[in-house]
């Protein structure tokens, strides 16, 4: 016989809990620490790569072109750095969203796996970036913010874009959890750092691209799949 919920259309109690948790909240120190381990551990896992990609396409003299002659015309916004930087803020927002472990360790093995992946890309396409070094002058206050990412991004490792990836990956996870206006402002968020890697000029528009892609097709081949696992913790 049908339940009382059902025929009245009331939420089941654990329904409505867990239609009622809210997309930011305390996890508890057990969970960060959890969460602190597991991203070290990726931290480890993209420096090695990363890293190690770009040390050996300095040793390269093989380049693959991977921008179109018109994008030397995009104009060189130093205030996007402030975009771009921000990724930070979504690494740092991920344990206090996904609140369980098997949430969390999902997000983290998508990255991993995004990161493998984008190291054969910088194999493959081993590229030097076509826009010219901004000069001093142009960066105004937002000089020591831009000189801060551009160590960070190193030189050669351009297609795909592991800045957009990632930004991509954590707002394609959280926005499951957000409501509306919520998605709408993290969408946009993930649009304006892929525009800042271009318009900071630390990316090509291929790059962007591949980038988006990749993250698209990591969570959804990845991290629904561990997500859901009933059997993880």
């Known amino acids: 016989m049908a339940s009382l919920h059902a025929i009245v259309g009331i939420a089941k109690p654990q329904e409505m809990e867990r239609v009622e948790q809210p997309f930011l909240a305390w996890p508890g120190w057990a969970h960060l620490r959890y969460a602190a381990l597991l ?13 190690g990609m770009d040390a050996l396409t300095a040793r390269r ?3 693959v072109p991977v921008h179109f002659p018109a994008e030397l015309a995009i104009p060189f916004v130093p205030s ?8 930070y803020l979504l690494f740092w927002m991920a344990p206090f969203v996904l609140r369980t472990r098997r949430e969390f360790r ?17 194999l493959l396409f081993p590229a030097d970036l076509a826009f010219a070094q901004p000069r001093e002058e142009e960066l105004g206050i937002w000089a ?9 991004n190193l030189t050669y490792n351009l297609l795909p874009s592991l800045h957009v990836a990632f930004a991509v990956i954590c707002v394609a996870v959280f926005s499951t959890r957000a409501p509306v206006a919520g998605k709408v402002f993290l969408w946009f968020w993930a649009a ?4 800042s890697t271009v318009l900071i000029h630390q990316h090509h528009l291929l790059d962007v691209a591949t980038g988006w892609l990749l993250a698209l097709v990591c969570v959804g081949s990845i991290f629904g799949r561990l997500a859901s696992d009933t059997k993880s913790s």
């Open 106 to 122: 999902a997000l983290v093995i998508t990255m991993a796996c995004a990161i493998f992946i984008g190291g054969i890309g910088f």
């Open 192 to 195: 304006m750092v892929a525009a």
């Open 39 to 51: 991203s070290l551990v990726n931290t480890l896992w993209f420096v090695l790569v990363y890293g």
């Open 144 to 152: 020591g913010m831009f000189h801060f990412a551009d160590k960070m």
């Open 61 to 63: 003299s093989f380049r």
């Open 80 to 87: 996007m750095t402030l975009f771009y930087i921000s990724i």
